[in-house]
Protein backbone atom coordinates (compact mmCIF):
# COMPACT_ATOMS: atom_id res chain seq x y z
CA UNK A 1 0.00 0.00 0.00
CA UNK A 2 1.78 3.72 -0.93
CA UNK A 3 2.65 5.17 2.42
CA UNK A 4 0.25 8.13 3.33
CA UNK A 5 3.48 10.32 3.47
CA UNK A 6 4.02 9.39 -0.45
CA UNK A 7 0.30 10.08 -1.59
CA UNK A 8 0.09 13.53 0.49
CA UNK A 9 2.73 15.30 -1.22
CA UNK A 10 -0.40 17.05 -2.81
CA UNK A 11 -3.59 17.42 -2.30
CA UNK A 12 -4.33 14.60 0.08
CA UNK A 13 -5.47 16.26 3.04
CA UNK A 14 -8.02 16.86 6.08
CA UNK A 15 -10.98 17.68 3.60
CA UNK A 16 -10.53 14.58 1.63
CA UNK A 17 -9.42 12.30 4.87
CA UNK A 18 -12.77 14.18 6.66
CA UNK A 19 -14.91 13.29 3.86
CA UNK A 20 -14.12 9.80 3.61
CA UNK A 21 -14.21 8.95 7.12
CA UNK A 22 -17.73 10.57 6.97
CA UNK A 23 -19.03 8.13 4.14
CA UNK A 24 -17.69 5.13 6.02
CA UNK A 25 -19.47 6.38 9.04
CA UNK A 26 -22.70 7.24 8.05
CA UNK A 27 -23.29 4.96 5.28
CA UNK A 28 -24.32 2.33 7.30
CA UNK A 29 -26.24 4.34 9.75
CA UNK A 30 -28.62 5.57 6.67
CA UNK A 31 -28.92 1.73 5.60
CA UNK A 32 -25.93 0.88 3.49
CA UNK A 33 -25.13 -3.10 4.22
CA UNK A 34 -21.73 -2.01 3.13
CA UNK A 35 -19.90 1.19 1.69
CA UNK A 36 -16.87 2.24 -0.24
CA UNK A 37 -15.69 5.69 -1.25
CA UNK A 38 -13.45 7.00 -3.23
CA UNK A 39 -12.16 10.32 -3.39
CA UNK A 40 -10.09 11.92 -5.93
CA UNK A 41 -8.83 15.33 -6.65
CA UNK A 42 -7.39 15.79 -10.08
CA UNK A 43 -5.32 18.32 -12.42
CA UNK A 44 -4.82 18.91 -15.70
CA UNK A 45 -2.96 21.59 -18.19
CA UNK A 46 -3.61 21.41 -21.63
CA UNK A 47 -2.83 23.24 -24.54
CA UNK A 48 -5.65 22.51 -28.09
CA UNK A 49 -4.32 23.21 -31.87
CA UNK A 50 -6.73 23.50 -33.81
CA UNK A 51 -7.35 24.97 -37.66
CA UNK A 52 -4.35 27.06 -36.12
CA UNK A 53 -6.13 27.93 -33.22
CA UNK A 54 -4.41 27.56 -30.18
CA UNK A 55 -6.15 27.43 -26.15
CA UNK A 56 -4.59 26.46 -23.14
CA UNK A 57 -6.69 26.30 -20.35
CA UNK A 58 -6.16 24.53 -16.52
CA UNK A 59 -8.66 22.52 -15.02
CA UNK A 60 -8.78 21.37 -11.13
CA UNK A 61 -11.81 19.00 -10.04
CA UNK A 62 -12.34 17.36 -6.96
CA UNK A 63 -15.29 14.47 -5.60
CA UNK A 64 -16.36 11.95 -4.07
CA UNK A 65 -18.16 8.63 -5.72
CA UNK A 66 -19.87 5.99 -3.31
CA UNK A 67 -21.13 2.18 -4.19
CA UNK A 68 -23.56 1.70 -1.52
CA UNK A 69 -24.42 -1.98 -0.93
CA UNK A 70 -28.26 -3.26 -0.35
CA UNK A 71 -30.56 -5.70 -1.10
CA UNK A 72 -27.41 -7.58 -2.67
CA UNK A 73 -26.17 -5.59 -5.30
CA UNK A 74 -24.24 -2.27 -4.98
CA UNK A 75 -25.66 1.28 -6.03
CA UNK A 76 -23.83 4.40 -7.41
CA UNK A 77 -23.87 7.69 -6.61
CA UNK A 78 -21.54 10.71 -6.69
CA UNK A 79 -20.68 14.16 -5.66
CA UNK A 80 -18.47 17.10 -6.37
CA UNK A 81 -19.61 18.90 -2.83
CA UNK A 82 -17.25 17.73 0.23
CA UNK A 83 -20.60 19.87 2.76
CA UNK A 84 -22.22 16.87 5.22
CA UNK A 85 -25.79 17.66 3.50
CA UNK A 86 -24.29 16.53 0.15
CA UNK A 87 -22.32 13.70 1.00
CA UNK A 88 -25.41 12.17 3.04
CA UNK A 89 -27.38 12.46 0.04
CA UNK A 90 -24.78 11.00 -2.69
CA UNK A 91 -25.03 8.17 0.32
CA UNK A 92 -28.89 7.90 0.18
CA UNK A 93 -28.58 7.86 -3.82
CA UNK A 94 -26.30 5.03 -4.23
CA UNK A 95 -28.24 3.05 -1.63
CA UNK A 96 -31.45 4.00 -3.78
CA UNK A 97 -29.97 2.84 -6.61
CA UNK A 98 -28.54 -0.90 -4.84
CA UNK A 99 -32.34 -1.27 -3.89
CA UNK A 100 -33.43 -0.26 -7.46
CA UNK A 101 -31.35 -2.54 -9.25
CA UNK A 102 -32.89 -5.64 -7.56
CA UNK A 103 -31.25 -8.81 -5.76
CA UNK A 104 -28.10 -9.97 -7.55
CA UNK A 105 -27.65 -13.94 -6.73
CA UNK A 106 -23.71 -13.57 -7.94
CA UNK A 107 -23.15 -10.10 -5.34
CA UNK A 108 -21.38 -11.62 -2.25
CA UNK A 109 -19.61 -8.31 -1.48
CA UNK A 110 -17.31 -5.52 -1.87
CA UNK A 111 -13.31 -6.24 -2.00
CA UNK A 112 -12.24 -7.45 1.50
CA UNK A 113 -8.52 -5.64 2.33
CA UNK A 114 -5.81 -7.77 0.52
CA UNK A 115 -2.28 -7.35 0.41
CA UNK A 116 -0.31 -6.18 -1.90
CA UNK A 117 3.18 -6.11 -3.56
CA UNK A 118 4.86 -2.46 -2.72
CA UNK A 119 5.46 -0.88 -5.96
CA UNK A 120 8.47 1.83 -6.09
CA UNK A 121 7.21 5.08 -8.25
CA UNK A 122 8.44 8.78 -7.92
CA UNK A 123 6.12 11.75 -8.82
CA UNK A 124 7.80 14.13 -11.31
CA UNK A 125 6.98 17.33 -9.48
CA UNK A 126 7.61 19.54 -12.30
CA UNK A 127 4.59 17.79 -14.22
CA UNK A 128 1.85 19.17 -11.42
CA UNK A 129 3.24 22.51 -11.66
CA UNK A 130 3.31 22.35 -15.54
CA UNK A 131 1.60 26.18 -16.68
CA UNK A 132 -0.49 27.25 -19.49
CA UNK A 133 2.70 29.49 -20.28
CA UNK A 134 5.19 26.72 -20.44
CA UNK A 135 2.68 24.51 -23.04
CA UNK A 136 2.86 27.34 -25.40
CA UNK A 137 6.39 27.31 -25.20
CA UNK A 138 6.78 23.98 -25.65
CA UNK A 139 4.42 23.89 -28.52
CA UNK A 140 6.25 26.36 -29.81
CA UNK A 141 9.59 24.17 -29.87
CA UNK A 142 8.01 21.68 -31.96
CA UNK A 143 6.10 24.22 -34.44
CA UNK A 144 9.72 25.69 -35.40
CA UNK A 145 10.96 22.41 -36.00
CA UNK A 146 7.72 21.74 -38.22
CA UNK A 147 8.18 25.31 -39.84
CA UNK A 148 11.34 24.39 -41.51
CA UNK A 149 10.42 21.84 -43.33
CA UNK A 150 7.00 24.15 -44.22
CA UNK A 151 5.31 21.25 -42.31
CA UNK A 152 1.30 22.81 -41.40
CA UNK A 153 -0.41 21.37 -37.68
CA UNK A 154 -3.67 20.01 -38.32
CA UNK A 155 -4.20 18.96 -34.69
CA UNK A 156 -2.11 18.91 -31.75
CA UNK A 157 -2.78 18.27 -27.73
CA UNK A 158 -0.31 18.72 -24.87
CA UNK A 159 -1.61 17.97 -21.59
CA UNK A 160 -0.04 17.37 -18.01
CA UNK A 161 -2.26 15.29 -15.52
CA UNK A 162 -1.96 14.87 -11.88
CA UNK A 163 -4.32 12.39 -9.80
CA UNK A 164 -4.49 11.94 -5.61
CA UNK A 165 -7.12 9.49 -4.48
CA UNK A 166 -8.00 7.48 -1.52
CA UNK A 167 -10.10 4.29 -1.73
CA UNK A 168 -11.70 3.11 1.16
CA UNK A 169 -14.26 0.65 2.32
CA UNK A 170 -16.44 -0.34 5.85
CA UNK A 171 -14.58 -3.91 5.12
CA UNK A 172 -11.06 -2.04 6.35
CA UNK A 173 -9.91 -1.65 2.99
CA UNK A 174 -7.71 1.61 2.64
CA UNK A 175 -5.65 2.86 -0.55
CA UNK A 176 -4.03 5.97 -0.67
CA UNK A 177 -2.53 6.92 -4.35
CA UNK A 178 -0.76 9.92 -6.62
CA UNK A 179 0.36 9.01 -10.47
CA UNK A 180 1.38 11.94 -12.58
CA UNK A 181 1.97 11.65 -16.37
CA UNK A 182 2.93 14.39 -19.08
CA UNK A 183 1.49 13.94 -22.95
CA UNK A 184 1.67 15.43 -26.24
CA UNK A 185 1.06 14.64 -29.69
CA UNK A 186 0.64 16.58 -33.35
CA UNK A 187 -1.00 15.37 -36.45
CA UNK A 188 0.71 17.42 -39.39
CA UNK A 189 0.92 17.37 -43.36
CA UNK A 190 2.92 18.53 -45.76
CA UNK A 191 0.03 20.76 -47.75
CA UNK A 192 1.66 21.46 -51.24
CA UNK A 193 1.31 18.00 -51.97
CA UNK A 194 -2.86 16.87 -52.92
CA UNK A 195 -3.57 14.86 -50.92
CA UNK A 196 -1.57 16.13 -48.26
CA UNK A 197 1.39 13.60 -46.75
CA UNK A 198 -0.12 13.22 -43.25
CA UNK A 199 1.90 11.89 -40.65
CA UNK A 200 1.79 12.08 -36.75
CA UNK A 201 4.34 11.65 -33.20
CA UNK A 202 2.77 10.92 -29.69
CA UNK A 203 4.56 10.81 -26.74
CA UNK A 204 3.42 9.79 -23.22
CA UNK A 205 5.84 9.95 -20.12
CA UNK A 206 6.34 9.80 -16.09
CA UNK A 207 9.26 12.12 -16.40
CA UNK A 208 9.95 15.31 -18.11
CA UNK A 209 13.43 14.45 -18.89
CA UNK A 210 11.72 11.69 -21.57
CA UNK A 211 10.23 13.97 -23.73
CA UNK A 212 12.05 16.85 -25.86
CA UNK A 213 10.14 18.78 -27.87
CA UNK A 214 12.59 19.17 -30.49
CA UNK A 215 12.77 15.21 -30.93
CA UNK A 216 9.29 14.83 -30.90
CA UNK A 217 8.74 17.74 -33.99
CA UNK A 218 11.55 15.65 -35.61
CA UNK A 219 9.49 13.20 -35.76
CA UNK A 220 6.22 14.73 -36.50
CA UNK A 221 8.57 15.05 -39.57
CA UNK A 222 9.78 11.98 -40.05
CA UNK A 223 6.35 10.41 -40.43
CA UNK A 224 5.10 12.73 -42.79
CA UNK A 225 8.55 12.53 -45.01
CA UNK A 226 7.59 9.16 -45.16
CA UNK A 227 3.95 9.31 -46.34
CA UNK A 228 5.37 11.98 -49.79
CA UNK A 229 4.24 10.73 -52.96
CA UNK A 230 1.36 8.68 -52.12
CA UNK A 231 0.25 6.53 -54.88
CA UNK A 232 -3.87 4.79 -55.08
CA UNK A 233 -3.03 1.04 -56.55
CA UNK A 234 -5.65 -1.32 -57.49
CA UNK A 235 -5.00 -4.65 -55.54
CA UNK A 236 -7.38 -7.33 -54.31
CA UNK A 237 -6.69 -10.18 -52.64
CA UNK A 238 -5.04 -11.83 -49.50
CA UNK A 239 -1.26 -11.23 -48.57
CA UNK A 240 0.86 -10.17 -45.60
CA UNK A 241 0.86 -7.02 -43.86
CA UNK A 242 3.30 -5.53 -41.23
CA UNK A 243 1.28 -3.47 -38.41
CA UNK A 244 3.37 -0.48 -36.74
CA UNK A 245 2.99 0.07 -33.07
CA UNK A 246 0.44 2.51 -33.87
CA UNK A 247 -1.81 0.00 -36.14
CA UNK A 248 -1.32 -3.00 -32.98
CA UNK A 249 -2.49 -0.41 -30.27
CA UNK A 250 -5.70 0.73 -32.34
CA UNK A 251 -6.45 -3.04 -33.20
CA UNK A 252 -5.89 -4.23 -30.21
CA UNK A 253 -9.04 -2.01 -28.79
CA UNK A 254 -11.22 -4.86 -30.18
CA UNK A 255 -9.31 -7.56 -28.74
CA UNK A 256 -9.04 -5.70 -24.72
CA UNK A 257 -13.16 -5.51 -25.30
CA UNK A 258 -13.25 -9.50 -26.28
CA UNK A 259 -11.38 -10.65 -22.58
CA UNK A 260 -12.94 -8.04 -19.95
CA UNK A 261 -15.20 -10.37 -17.87
CA UNK A 262 -18.56 -8.47 -18.33
CA UNK A 263 -18.20 -9.30 -22.57
CA UNK A 264 -17.06 -12.76 -21.88
CA UNK A 265 -19.95 -13.91 -18.70
CA UNK A 266 -22.25 -12.19 -21.82
CA UNK A 267 -21.14 -14.37 -24.25
CA UNK A 268 -19.73 -11.55 -26.41
CA UNK A 269 -16.82 -12.53 -27.68
CA UNK A 270 -15.04 -15.43 -29.38
CA UNK A 271 -13.36 -15.95 -26.31
CA UNK A 272 -15.04 -17.47 -23.91
CA UNK A 273 -14.26 -19.72 -20.66
CA UNK A 274 -14.21 -22.47 -21.68
CA UNK A 275 -11.31 -22.44 -24.12
CA UNK A 276 -9.14 -21.16 -21.20
CA UNK A 277 -5.97 -23.13 -21.94
CA UNK A 278 -6.93 -23.49 -25.77
CA UNK A 279 -4.19 -21.93 -27.91
CA UNK A 280 -6.41 -19.09 -29.38
CA UNK A 281 -3.32 -17.27 -31.03
CA UNK A 282 0.26 -18.13 -33.15
CA UNK A 283 2.98 -19.81 -30.67
CA UNK A 284 5.04 -17.15 -30.78
CA UNK A 285 2.69 -14.66 -29.48
CA UNK A 286 2.12 -13.20 -25.91
CA UNK A 287 -0.25 -10.48 -24.80
CA UNK A 288 -0.34 -8.73 -20.90
CA UNK A 289 -1.70 -6.58 -18.87
CA UNK A 290 0.23 -4.78 -16.64
CA UNK A 291 0.22 -1.55 -14.67
CA UNK A 292 3.23 -1.97 -12.83
CA UNK A 293 5.28 -1.79 -16.33
CA UNK A 294 8.03 0.98 -15.51
CA UNK A 295 6.58 2.54 -18.63
CA UNK A 296 2.89 3.31 -17.71
CA UNK A 297 3.03 6.98 -16.12
CA UNK A 298 -0.08 5.96 -14.00
CA UNK A 299 1.38 2.64 -12.33
CA UNK A 300 -0.64 1.56 -9.14
CA UNK A 301 -0.32 -1.11 -6.74
CA UNK A 302 -4.33 -1.46 -6.89
CA UNK A 303 -6.79 -0.67 -9.14
CA UNK A 304 -10.33 1.21 -8.68
CA UNK A 305 -11.54 -1.17 -6.21
CA UNK A 306 -8.78 -1.27 -3.62
CA UNK A 307 -7.79 -4.41 -5.47
CA UNK A 308 -4.13 -5.17 -5.63
CA UNK A 309 -2.88 -5.40 -9.03
CA UNK A 310 -0.30 -7.62 -11.22
CA UNK A 311 1.24 -8.70 -14.55
CA UNK A 312 -1.49 -10.17 -15.96
CA UNK A 313 -0.82 -13.27 -18.70
CA UNK A 314 -3.81 -12.77 -21.35
CA UNK A 315 -2.23 -14.81 -24.20
CA UNK A 316 0.82 -16.69 -23.47
CA UNK A 317 2.93 -18.62 -25.81
CA UNK A 318 -0.63 -18.59 -28.17
CA UNK A 319 -2.20 -20.16 -25.16
CA UNK A 320 -5.40 -18.23 -23.53
CA UNK A 321 -4.36 -17.75 -19.61
CA UNK A 322 -6.75 -15.37 -18.09
CA UNK A 323 -9.20 -12.45 -18.75
CA UNK A 324 -9.33 -8.88 -17.90
CA UNK A 325 -11.59 -9.31 -14.28
CA UNK A 326 -12.65 -7.13 -11.21
CA UNK A 327 -13.92 -8.37 -8.04
CA UNK A 328 -17.39 -8.95 -8.86
CA UNK A 329 -16.86 -11.01 -12.11
CA UNK A 330 -13.71 -12.91 -9.66
CA UNK A 331 -16.03 -14.10 -6.90
CA UNK A 332 -18.85 -14.93 -9.57
CA UNK A 333 -16.77 -16.76 -11.53
CA UNK A 334 -15.05 -18.19 -8.41
CA UNK A 335 -11.57 -16.96 -8.90
CA UNK A 336 -8.78 -14.99 -8.55
CA UNK A 337 -9.21 -11.01 -9.20
CA UNK A 338 -6.71 -9.75 -11.46
CA UNK A 339 -7.15 -6.43 -10.28
CA UNK A 340 -8.40 -4.77 -13.71
CA UNK A 341 -11.50 -2.54 -12.27
CA UNK A 342 -10.47 0.74 -13.97
CA UNK A 343 -12.25 4.25 -14.63
CA UNK A 344 -11.78 6.90 -16.75
CA UNK A 345 -13.13 7.84 -20.36
CA UNK A 346 -12.84 11.33 -21.57
CA UNK A 347 -11.60 13.40 -19.26
CA UNK A 348 -11.05 13.83 -14.93
CA UNK A 349 -14.56 14.10 -14.36
CA UNK A 350 -15.06 10.54 -15.69
CA UNK A 351 -12.70 9.05 -12.92
CA UNK A 352 -15.33 10.32 -10.49
CA UNK A 353 -18.47 10.26 -12.29
CA UNK A 354 -18.13 6.50 -13.44
CA UNK A 355 -18.27 3.24 -11.45
CA UNK A 356 -15.05 1.09 -11.55
CA UNK A 357 -15.97 -1.61 -14.20
CA UNK A 358 -13.62 -3.97 -16.08
CA UNK A 359 -11.08 -2.74 -18.40
CA UNK A 360 -7.53 -2.71 -19.13
CA UNK A 361 -4.13 -0.81 -17.62
CA UNK A 362 -1.38 -0.77 -19.86
CA UNK A 363 -0.92 -3.87 -22.87
CA UNK A 364 2.20 -5.37 -23.41
CA UNK A 365 2.54 -7.17 -26.81
CA UNK A 366 5.35 -9.78 -26.78
CA UNK A 367 7.04 -12.24 -29.14
CA UNK A 368 8.58 -15.63 -28.23
CA UNK A 369 10.97 -14.25 -30.67
CA UNK A 370 11.72 -11.01 -31.49
CA UNK A 371 13.46 -9.71 -34.78
CA UNK A 372 14.88 -6.74 -36.27
CA UNK A 373 12.21 -4.82 -38.40
CA UNK A 374 14.19 -5.24 -41.03
CA UNK A 375 14.85 -8.70 -41.61
CA UNK A 376 10.94 -9.03 -41.34
CA UNK A 377 11.03 -6.48 -43.96
CA UNK A 378 13.26 -8.16 -46.41
CA UNK A 379 11.50 -11.56 -45.70
CA UNK A 380 8.13 -9.99 -47.36
CA UNK A 381 7.80 -10.99 -51.24
CA UNK A 382 4.79 -8.54 -51.26
CA UNK A 383 2.66 -7.05 -48.40
CA UNK A 384 1.97 -3.85 -46.98
CA UNK A 385 3.44 -2.03 -44.20
CA UNK A 386 0.22 -0.45 -41.96
CA UNK A 387 1.05 2.76 -40.06
CA UNK A 388 -2.67 3.32 -39.12
CA UNK A 389 -5.95 2.28 -38.93
CA UNK A 390 -9.43 3.95 -38.55
CA UNK A 391 -13.10 3.16 -37.51
CA UNK A 392 -12.14 -0.15 -35.29
CA UNK A 393 -14.95 1.02 -32.98
CA UNK A 394 -17.25 0.30 -36.10
CA UNK A 395 -16.05 -3.29 -35.56
CA UNK A 396 -18.15 -6.76 -34.19
CA UNK A 397 -16.43 -7.44 -31.22
CA UNK A 398 -18.92 -10.28 -30.63
CA UNK A 399 -17.43 -11.92 -33.56
CA UNK A 400 -14.19 -10.06 -33.76
CA UNK A 401 -14.89 -8.58 -37.55
CA UNK A 402 -13.29 -6.28 -38.69
CA UNK A 403 -12.86 -4.08 -42.02
CA UNK A 404 -10.64 -0.97 -41.82
CA UNK A 405 -9.55 1.77 -43.78
CA UNK A 406 -5.66 2.28 -43.19
CA UNK A 407 -2.61 3.96 -44.82
CA UNK A 408 0.98 2.22 -45.78
CA UNK A 409 3.10 1.28 -47.90
CA UNK A 410 3.78 -1.55 -50.61
CA UNK A 411 6.33 -3.88 -49.92
CA UNK A 412 7.59 -5.11 -52.66
CA UNK A 413 10.64 -8.19 -52.96
CA UNK A 414 11.72 -7.59 -49.41
CA UNK A 415 11.71 -3.69 -49.95
CA UNK A 416 9.51 -0.63 -48.99
CA UNK A 417 8.60 0.70 -52.40
CA UNK A 418 5.91 3.85 -51.90
CA UNK A 419 3.08 5.15 -49.90
CA UNK A 420 -0.45 3.93 -50.72
CA UNK A 421 -3.76 5.44 -49.76
CA UNK A 422 -6.88 4.11 -50.33
CA UNK A 423 -6.27 0.71 -48.48
CA UNK A 424 -8.21 -1.51 -46.69
CA UNK A 425 -8.04 -4.16 -45.00
CA UNK A 426 -10.38 -6.97 -43.30
CA UNK A 427 -10.25 -10.25 -41.01
CA UNK A 428 -11.08 -11.54 -37.55
CA UNK A 429 -8.99 -10.61 -34.09
CA UNK A 430 -8.64 -14.47 -33.67
CA UNK A 431 -7.56 -14.78 -37.46
CA UNK A 432 -5.56 -11.96 -37.20
CA UNK A 433 -3.56 -13.80 -33.93
CA UNK A 434 -2.87 -17.01 -35.31
CA UNK A 435 -1.56 -15.50 -38.94
CA UNK A 436 0.98 -13.30 -36.66
CA UNK A 437 4.27 -14.95 -37.32
CA UNK A 438 6.68 -12.52 -36.54
CA UNK A 439 7.25 -9.67 -33.68
CA UNK A 440 9.80 -6.68 -33.96
CA UNK A 441 12.35 -6.07 -31.48
CA UNK A 442 11.30 -2.38 -32.03
CA UNK A 443 8.96 -1.31 -29.95
CA UNK A 444 6.74 2.05 -28.74
CA UNK A 445 4.08 2.99 -26.05
CA UNK A 446 0.52 3.90 -27.76
CA UNK A 447 -1.91 5.35 -26.90
CA UNK A 448 -5.59 3.39 -29.20
CA UNK A 449 -5.18 0.93 -26.61
CA UNK A 450 -2.02 2.16 -23.67
CA UNK A 451 0.45 0.08 -23.78
CA UNK A 452 3.71 -0.58 -24.99
CA UNK A 453 3.13 -2.54 -28.62
CA UNK A 454 6.07 -3.85 -31.47
CA UNK A 455 5.52 -4.58 -34.89
CA UNK A 456 3.80 -7.64 -35.97
CA UNK A 457 3.90 -9.61 -39.23
CA UNK A 458 0.27 -11.15 -40.53
CA UNK A 459 -0.49 -13.92 -43.06
CA UNK A 460 -3.23 -14.34 -45.35
CA UNK A 461 -4.95 -10.98 -44.60
CA UNK A 462 -7.63 -9.99 -47.16
CA UNK A 463 -6.23 -6.50 -48.58
CA UNK A 464 -8.06 -4.24 -50.90
CA UNK A 465 -7.03 -1.00 -52.57
CA UNK A 466 -8.70 1.04 -55.63
CA UNK A 467 -7.48 4.29 -57.21
CA UNK A 468 -9.67 7.50 -57.87
CA UNK A 469 -12.19 7.57 -60.59
CA UNK A 470 -10.08 9.20 -64.13
CA UNK A 471 -12.25 12.71 -63.37
CA UNK A 472 -11.00 12.82 -59.79
CA UNK A 473 -7.34 11.63 -60.09
CA UNK A 474 -7.04 14.39 -63.27
CA UNK A 475 -8.15 17.26 -60.81
CA UNK A 476 -5.64 15.91 -58.06
CA UNK A 477 -2.79 16.13 -60.47
CA UNK A 478 -4.17 19.53 -62.27
CA UNK A 479 -4.41 20.90 -58.33
CA UNK A 480 -0.77 19.43 -57.54
CA UNK A 481 0.65 21.35 -60.54
CA UNK A 482 -0.56 24.69 -59.85
CA UNK A 483 0.27 24.19 -56.05
CA UNK A 484 4.27 23.72 -57.36
CA UNK A 485 4.44 26.56 -59.61
CA UNK A 486 2.68 28.75 -57.01
CA UNK A 487 -0.35 29.77 -59.37
CA UNK A 488 -2.94 28.49 -56.39
CA UNK A 489 -2.68 28.43 -52.95
CA UNK A 490 -3.16 24.89 -51.16
CA UNK A 491 -6.71 24.96 -49.39
CA UNK A 492 -5.35 23.07 -46.53
CA UNK A 493 -2.75 25.91 -45.88
Not at 12 to 21: R, S, Y
Not at 169 to 197: C, K, Q, T, W
Not at 276 to 301: C, M, Q, T, W
Not at 386 to 395: A, D, W, Y
Request: glycine share 8%; hydrophobic share 40%.
Amino acid sequence: MASRKQASCRGINMEFEKAVKYVLEKGEKLGAEQIEVCALRGKVTFLLVEKNKVNTAAEVISGISVRAVANKNWGFSYTLDFSEDALDQTIKSAISAAKAKGEDKYFESLPEPMKAEPLEKKIDERIIDYTPAQMIEFYDRVKRVLDEKKITVFFGMTASMYFNSIIANSLGLEHYDDVAGFGSMFYAGYVREIPPALGFAYKFVANLDEIIPEELGREVVKEVERAKGSKSIKYEGKTTIILEPTAVSNLMWIFVKEILADSVDRGATPFTRDRIGEKVASNILSIYDNVRSPKNPFASERDWEGVPTRRTAVIEKGELKSFLVDYYYARKWRIEPTGNAVKGGQGPLDYISRPPSPGSFFLEVRGEREEPLDSIIADVKEGFLVREVMGVHMSDFSSGKFSVPAFGWYIKGGEVKYPVRNLMFSGTMPQLLKNTYAVSKEKKVEAGIIGEFPYIAVRDILVSASPPALKEKLGLSILNLLIKLGVVKSPLA
